[in-house]
């Protein structure tokens, strides 16, 4: 077993573990995926997903190997039924010289451990490459390496070596900022990794670290290191598309645990800078717990239980991944952008936004900015957050104002500035009581507003569109438009076609569709069934 692995030091053989496109051909064709599962602290269910998954792939009928490489010691013989941990000698460790151990689920095999009592590692060194590039050509489908947890040399390069590494985390702040310190040293991994051959500007990158903080993010080690050499921060910002990592959320309980793994995917490219590609959340369950003692695998013991259908879309979505393998190799970086360039982007909304989107972009963002954020943990502290509240006020105040936002339009997008530019002067013919609606309706249009039939007509009235342009976009014929304005129910179809004529009706009106057709259908049952029609 890998019980204890001390750093080690790196070597030429060292300085490039990914899959190039000819280690990529070298490969027998039943290997397919290295899938490693790390990252955070311990206890966050890296085991769970590791032996799921496995069994997932299995019951799929391709040949699984699982292998052991926790810190802390191996643990995945128990949730697999195993009496005892499979152990070897470091020499067979290293060389693969030995059988991997059947399990209970057809298809998925347990690699033996490596056990030394007299070493403080089961690697000596200079053996990890060549370690790696035999685990590549065992006869298996795939292969998943459960790293455990922690920020070792030797773990960092094992994820970043996987076709897909994956981080688990859990909706509580200290496994939260364990997720963001094993990106950022991920990330100051990789770029050692490029620079171990050029000497001199690996001085120059550990000079500008000794500028920085403790724990840096890798935008303020690009910043750093661009005030003494640019080539190097242009460099260093190459690598950053070089480190992925999938995330997982486990022990899901609120609304608010579920939406952690999306925020923590926009906060880690926004702050960060790294892409952190979140692929789904385990909810907190019993049965998971009850497995666990019972010492079987989720899928097997319970897979209708609501964690294991968690894991089962968990992993299709890594089996889609893993199955763009070639892709991701071939594709060079993106270039880099400004990820707040506008404010479209400080509310996180696109150019064609409706009020009530915006409206609704605000509340979260204020929601995500608010004091004790947990997906926020360690990123920035309370002074940016102030700031970052600050913005997205000047945000929402510009955009949902019609005259500022037109203007911020034309000045932020000069390309688009004759597109603005025609739809003003469609605009010019507008008299000033219909410019007046537009703002007073703008005010009086909020979450809980019931949008009546009148209040379509006005609306429409206010931006000087006519029922006939209305009919022609949407093909609504005339007699139906005037019967939805004048709730005259009884000329309208069955209701499910009235949705989708509200639907697209409000649409045209650039308003919330949603809202739109919850308010006005209700209104009408009330109407209907006042009747006795209902």
């Known amino acids: 077993m890998w019980s204890i692995i001390r750093p080690i030091e790196m070597d030429e053989q060292d300085?490039?573990?990914?899959?190039?496109?000819?280690?990529?051909?070298?490969?027998?064709?039943?290997?397919?995926?290295?899938?490693?599962?790390?990252?955070?602290?311990?206890?966050?269910?890296?085991?769970?997903?590791?032996?799921?998954?496995?069994?997932?792939?299995?019951?799929?009928?391709?040949?699984?190997?699982?292998?052991?490489?926790?810190?802390?010691?191996?643990?995945?013989?128990?949730?697999?039924?195993?009496?005892?941990?499979?152990?070897?000698?470091?020499?067979?460790?290293?060389?693969?010289?030995?059988e991997p151990v059947a399990t209970s689920v057809p298809g998925l095999r347990l690699l033996p451990s490596a056990y030394d009592p007299m070493a403080a590692s089961p690697f000596r060194p200079g053996r990890k490459v060549r370690w790696l590039s035999r685990l590549r050509s065992l006869p298996a489908d795939y292969i998943l390496v459960h790293l455990g947890s922690g920020t070792s040399p030797a773990t960092l390069d094992l994820f970043l070596s996987a076709d897909v590494g994956i981080c688990v985390t859990v909706p509580d702040p200290a496994a939260v900022e364990a997720t963001y310190r094993f990106l950022r040293a991920l990330y100051l991994r990789q770029l050692r990794r490029a620079l171990m051959k050029e000497r001199f500007k690996l001085r120059m990158l550990e000079r500008s670290m000794h500028e920085l903080p403790p724990l840096p993010t890798p935008l303020e080690v690009i910043g750093a290191v661009a005030r003494h050499d640019t080539s190097l921060a242009d460099l260093a910002t190459a690598h950053l598309h070089r480190v992925r990592a999938k995330l997982v959320v486990n022990q899901t309980r609120l609304r608010t645990d579920q939406e952690l793994g999306p925020n923590m995917q926009g906060m880690a490219e926004r702050y960060l800078g790294l892409e952190l590609e979140y692929v789904g959340h385990v909810e907190q369950d019993d049965q998971a717990w009850l497995t666990a003692r019972r010492r079987r695998p989720l899928l097997v013991d319970s897979p209708t239980a609501k964690s294991a259908r968690n894991l089962e879309r968990i992993a299709r979505r890594i089996v889609a991944l893993a199955g763009t393998l070639d892709q991701r190799v071939s594709e060079p970086p993106p270039p880099p952008r400004d990820r707040r360039a506008t404010l479209y982007d400080v509310l996180g909304i696109g150019r064609g936004a409706s009020d009530e989107e915006v409206r609704r972009a605000y509340k979260r963002q204020r929601e995500l900015f608010a004091s004790g954020s947990l997906p926020l943990v360690s990123l920035i502290d309370e002074a940016q957050m102030r700031a970052e509240l600050s913005l997205v006020q000047e945000a929402y105040d510009t955009i949902l104002d019609p005259v500022r936002r037109r203007a911020y339009n034309i000045s932020a997008f000069p390309d688009l500035e004759d597109a603005e530019r025609g739809q003003s002067d469609a605009r010019q013919g507008l008299t000033q009581d219909q410019l007046m609606l537009q703002a007073e309706l703008a005010r009086d249009i909020h979450p809980e507003t019931e949008f009546t039939g009148e209040l379509l007509r006005r609306i429409r009235e206010a931006n000087g569109i006519e029922q006939a342009e209305i009919a022609a976009r949407t093909k609504i014929t005339l007699p139906h438009l005037n019967a939805l304005e004048a709730e005259r129910y009884d000329e309208l179809p069955a209701e499910v076609y009235v949705r989708g004529f509200v639907q697209l009706v409000a649409r045209q009106l650039k308003l919330d569709p949603a809202q739109v057709v919850r308010t006005y259908i209700r209104r009408m049952r009330v109407a209907l069934a006042a009747r006795g029609q209902g």
């Open 15 to 98: 300085l490039d573990l990914g899959p190039s496109k000819a280690v990529l051909a070298d490969l027998p064709k039943g290997v397919r995926n290295v899938i490693t599962i790390g990252g955070g602290r311990g206890g966050v269910g890296k085991s769970l997903l590791t032996v799921n998954l496995g069994v997932y792939l299995a019951q799929l009928g391709r040949e699984v190997l699982i292998t052991d490489a926790d810190l802390a010691g191996s643990s995945l013989h128990i949730q697999l039924g195993l009496e005892r941990a499979p152990l070897a000698t470091t020499e067979e460790v290293e060389n693969l010289k030995l």
